[in-house]
Nanobody, 126 residues
Framework: QVRLVESGGGSVQAGGSLRLSCAAS????????MGWFRQAPGKEREGVAV????????DYADSVKGRFTISQDNAENTLYLQMNSLKPEDTAMYYC???????????????????WGQGTQVTVSS
């Protein structure tokens, strides 16, 4: 079983920055990709960013392109999300997720991911 634990969330003012971390432990399987998702109150969970394990290629939701950067440290089994120029609309619970294989869906499809963390809250005030 893979365990994912997020950290780094908090409260910041608009324009500020936060760096989220996601530490993976437990059974180690080759992953297809690792992603960050978020869910704001009253809204569906949405994909924020993905990094593909074999190539290091990344993709982002349009709403965060140019502001967020996803990266991973394979030696430390840790996934990161650097968030700059934060906006109030970025306020949400942020989750990391691990995908073992691609089942034909898009990177932001939740069902593509096999393991999820418990989330870390990000609150951005205006």
């Amino acid at each position: 079983q893979v365990r994912l634990v997020e950290s780094g969330g908090g409260s910041v003012q608009a324009g500020g920055s936060l760096r989220l971390s996601c530490a993976a432990s437990g059974a180690t399987y080759p992953t297809y990709s690792m992603g960050w998702f978020r869910q704001a109150p009253g809204k569906e969970r949405e994909g924020v960013a993905v990094i593909y394990s074999s190539t290091g290629n990344t993709d982002y939701a349009d709403s965060v392109k140019g502001r967020f950067t996803i990266s991973q440290d394979n030696a430390e089994n840790t996934l990161y999300l650097q968030m700059n120029s934060l906006k109030p609309e970025d306020t949400a619970m942020y989750y990391c997720a691990s995908s073992l294989y691609n089942d034909g869906g898009g990177w932001s499809d939740e069902y593509e991911y096999n393991y999820w963390g418990q989330g870390t809250q990000v609150t951005v005030s205006s």
